[in-house]
């Protein structure tokens, strides 16, 4: 399973607070979270985190079709401190979350994120508003509106018969084996840049494309475009400035995979299991 919540929406609608509405707090690549006993931390009620210190005001984040997510005002700083079953987590902890929580909490990251990058117009650089009426920041100044910002990305699963390709990143924190993927670049279908990131990153050339699906992908605020390709006879030709290593693994090498909160780990747990 990926992340993806078909009922959220970040369009305002005004929602009143409620005991049961959610309330994150994000601080440094840390969200404040509900211990749970036994179990994967949860995102809090707006019960749990109540009365909210001096100076917070709530402001209405996003949405699903059961409750509302709020947060501390964007613009207006101040966080709700750690207490008794509420504590603040890497943000990584959605890997062990369930999968509707994560997918909220991710997505939420992705819009506090854009705010927290967005404070001054860069066109004329007064300070900007969030809108009343739509997702976005106005420019009192000049009138410029501003909308949140999503990466288009690709993600490919390499395959050779039996075997398929996994690499390392050179740079990532995230150290294990996974697909090939990259940014798409202007003027670019997502088609062409698929061919492109393979042929820089590992030299190869694909045959036919077959589009597979997407996912929201807040922590790198990007939307992840899925392909499948049998990649064409030669060798690997490594880009060491992204890549460490890469090289092809059978079914039989690959381990089960348990939780596949990405689309990267959803395809390679496919191939293994044999239904991509």
């Known amino acids: 399973m990926i992340l993806g919540e078909p009922a959220f929406s970040v369009q305002p609608n005004r929602q009143a607070l409620r005991d049961d509405s959610r309330f994150l707090c994000f601080d440094a690549g840390r969200v404040l979270l509900a211990d749970a006993a036994g179990g994967a931390p949860a995102i809090p009620t707006f019960a749990q985190v109540r009365p909210l210190p001096d100076g917070i005001a709530p402001f209405e984040l996003a949405h699903t079709d059961r409750f509302a997510l709020f947060c501390p005002h964007p613009f207006h700083g101040g966080q709700v401190p750690e207490r008794a079953g509420l504590r603040y987590y890497p943000l990584h902890v959605f890997r062990s979350m369930p999968y509707a929580e994560a997918g909220l909490m991710v997505s939420c990251w992705h819009l506090w994120a854009w705010y927290e990058r967005n404070r001054f117009c860069g066109r004329c650089a007064h300070p900007l508003v969030p ?96 392909f499948q390709a049998e990649a064409q006879e030669g060798d690997i030709r490594l880009q060491e400035s992204e890549l460490c290593e890469a090289g092809w693994f059978r079914r039989d090498e690959l381990e089960p995979r348990g939780r596949t909160v990405s689309i990267a780990l959803e395809l390679i747990e496919r191939f293994r299991t044999g239904t991509l």
């Open 131 to 226: 809108d009343e009426a739509e997702r976005a920041l106005r420019c009192e100044g000049c009138g410029l509106v501003v909308y949140p910002a999503i990466a288009p990305a690709v993600i490919v699963a390499i395959t050779r018969g039996d075997s398929i390709l996994l690499a390392r990143s050179a740079r990532s924190a995230f150290r294990h084996h996974t697909l090939i993927s990259g940014y798409v670049e202007v003027g670019e279908t997502l088609e062409h840049a698929v061919r492109r990131e393979v042929m820089e990153e590992v030299g190869l050339r694909l045959g036919a494309l077959r589009y597979l699906g997407d996912q929201p992908w807040g922590v790198s605020g990007s939307q992840m475009f899925a």
